[in-house]
C-alpha cells in the first residue's frame, strides 16, 4: 500500500461498493467518495433524473465527476456501475488502482429486487391481458416493479400476495391489496412463507418476475 494513493471501487450495481468503500475509510483513515452522491449534490438531481435524459448525458457527467478526483492522494472512491461501459471513464480508470468487486446473481438479485432507484433496473411495460388473474388463488412478487406495472382493476383485492420485501409490501398494498405478506427482503424466508401459508390444493400461485430470477424459489416450490 506504500505507492498507493487511491482506491477505485468497481463492480456491479448492488456489489457493496458503498458498504465497503466506508469499512476501507475507517480502518485506513482515508477520505471515502461516492460518485453518484457526489453528482446528485453537485446537480441537485437525483440520478434517476439525470439518467432520464439519456445515458450519454449521464455518462459524460460522469466521467468529468472521476476526473475531479483524480489527483486526490488517501481517497476511496465508489464507482458507479456502468463507469467501465464508458471509454472516456474506462480509460481513465484503467491507469488507477481498481478493486473489482464480484457478486453471484442470486446475492445482486437479493439485494436489487426492491430497489427502484437503479435507472438501470427501470422496467418496461409488459402486456399481461392474456393472463386471467381469475384462476389463480395467489400471486408472487420479488419485485416493486412487477406491482406497479399490473392492471389491477381486473384482479381481486382479496388475492394472496407474497412480497419479497417491505417496499414491495408497501407498493402491494398501497393498490387495494388485502392479504399481504411480506418476507423482509429474503426469498429464502419469501418459500418458507409461501409454503406455511398457501395451500396448493386451494388452487394456483403464479409468480410475476422479469428475465432475471430466483432459480432456488422456482426450484423449491416445486419440490
Not at 407498493?171 to 427482503?185: D, E, H, M
Request: glycine content about 6%; overall charge neutral; some cysteine.
Amino acid at each position: 500500500m506504500e505507492n498507493i494513493k487511491q482506491l477505485y471501487l468497481i463492480g456491479m450495481m448492488g456489489s457493496g461498493k458503498s458498504s465497503t468503500g466506508k469499512a476501507l475509510s475507517s480502518s485506513l483513515g482515508w477520505e471515502f467518495i461516492d460518485i453518484d452522491n457526489e453528482i446528485s449534490n453537485t446537480h441537485s438531481l437525483t440520478i434517476n433524473e439525470l439518467f432520464s435524459r439519456g445515458e450519454q448525458y449521464f455518462r459524460d457527467i460522469e466521467y468529468t465527476e472521476l476526473r475531479k478526483h483524480i489527483s486526490k492522494e488517501n481517497i476511496i472512491v465508489a464507482v458507479g456501475g456502468g463507469a467501465v461501459t464508458y471509454k472516456e471513464s474506462f480509460n481513465l480508470l484503467s491507469s488507477q488502482s481498481c478493486i473489482y468487486l464480484k457478486t453471484s446473481k442470486n446475492i445482486l438479485l437479493n439485494r436489487l429486487q426492491d430497489d427502484d432507484t437503479r435507472p438501470l433496473l427501470n422496467v418496461e411495460k409488459i402486456n399481461f391481458d392474456e393472463v386471467n388473474f381469475s384462476e389463480f388463488k395467489g400471486i408472487i412478487f420479488t419485485s416493486a416493479n412487477a406491482v406497479k406495472l399490473l392492471d389491477t382493476k381486473k384482479i381481486d383485492k382479496k388475492i394472496f400476495c407474497f412480497c419479497v420485501g417491505n417496499a414491495t409490501e408497501k407498493k402491494t398494498r398501497s393498490l387495494g391489496f388485502q392479504n399481504v405478506i411480506s418476507a423482509s427482503g429474503s426469498v429464502e424466508n419469501l418459500k418458507e412463507l409461501i409454503l406455511q401459508n398457501f395451500d396448493k390444493k386451494s388452487g394456483k400461485l403464479i409468480y410475476l418476475s422479469g428475465e432475471i430470477i430466483s432459480a432456488n424459489l422456482d426450484q423449491q416450490l416445486v419440490n
